[in-house]
């Protein structure tokens, strides 16, 4: 039972605009939040967290909004640039921040020129 | 600092025959994880080590999976014996622990086992 979606497989997006990836999840008991970035033939490596008494977090061009009403998080870039395509996975953990990470399927991100 | 390392990056096996997978993590590290994507899905948790002692295994397909950190230092993941489904890529994390960032769960990995069983 996946409790962590990513419903867009995909997106495509200009260099220079935003870039908004979305994350739906289903356990309530979940408390913190993270993004991961996938090069092909690497591992995911952190990109920025939310814990889940706060709603936004920003870092440089990456902010991490987090609805919990809504059961919702989203990435944003901006502005996106040529080195951000690559695979962005969603990730949540609960219990105290700690233990297993469950993640999305993975958004592929595309920046074009 | 190095990174966590996994070993070997490709392997290509024949159903029912055994493979074993390595996992050096970030040294000082006493939390180890491994996890599994397969086929571009979602990345699955498998299990979970405190130093030497698994903290927690649930995502353990089923007994023909057996891990093992001796010493609290790397880990080897071993297939025996291999079926089709466990083809995917195989990824190792580690995390300092608690005590270090907070508690927070940001988890490093390494680059993966790609684990292709025909």
């Known amino acids: 039972d996946q409790q962590v979606k990513q419903n867009s497989p995909s997106l495509s997006v200009q260099e220079g605009r935003i870039s908004i990836l979305n994350c739906d999840y289903t356990?309530?008991?979940?408390?913190?939040f993270l993004w991961y970035k996938k090069y092909p033939a690497e591992g995911p490596t952190f990109l920025i967290s939310?814990?889940?008494?706060?709603d936004k977090n920003e870092d440089g061009r990456f902010t991490v909004f987090l609805n919990k009403s809504a059961k919702h998080l989203s990435l944003h870039i901006v502005p996106s640039q040529p080195g951000d395509s690559a695979v962005y996975f969603c990730?949540?953990?609960?219990?105290?921040?700690?233990?297993?990470?469950?993640f999305g399927a993975g958004t592929q991100v595309v920046v074009t020129p | 600092e190095a990174g966590v390392t996994q070993f070997p990056s490709h392997s290509v096996i024949e159903k029912g025959q055994t493979v074993t997978l390595r996992c050096d993590p970030i040294?000082?590290?006493?939390?180890l994880y491994w996890y599994r994507r397969v086929m571009g899905k979602e990345i699955k948790f498998l299990l979970h080590?405190?130093?030497?002692?698994?903290?927690?295994e649930s995502g353990m397909p089923n007994n023909r999976f057996l891990a093992e950190r001796t010493g609290g230092t790397y880990s080897t993941l071993k297939v025996q014996p291999a079926e089709l489904e466990d083809s995917g890529v195989y990824f190792c994390?580690?995390?300092?622990?608690?005590?270090?960032?907070?508690?927070?769960?940001?988890?490093?990995f390494g680059p993966g086992t790609r684990l292709t069983v025909l």
């Open positions: 356990n309530s008991m979940f408390d913190y």
């Open positions: 990730a949540a953990s609960a219990g105290a921040s700690w233990g297993k990470l469950q």
């Open positions: 080590f405190v130093k030497e002692s698994k903290q927690d």
């Open positions: 994390a580690s995390h300092p622990g608690p005590t270090d960032r907070g508690g927070y769960n940001e988890q490093f």
């Open positions: 939310i814990s889940s008494i706060k």
């Open positions: 040294s000082g590290h006493d939390n």
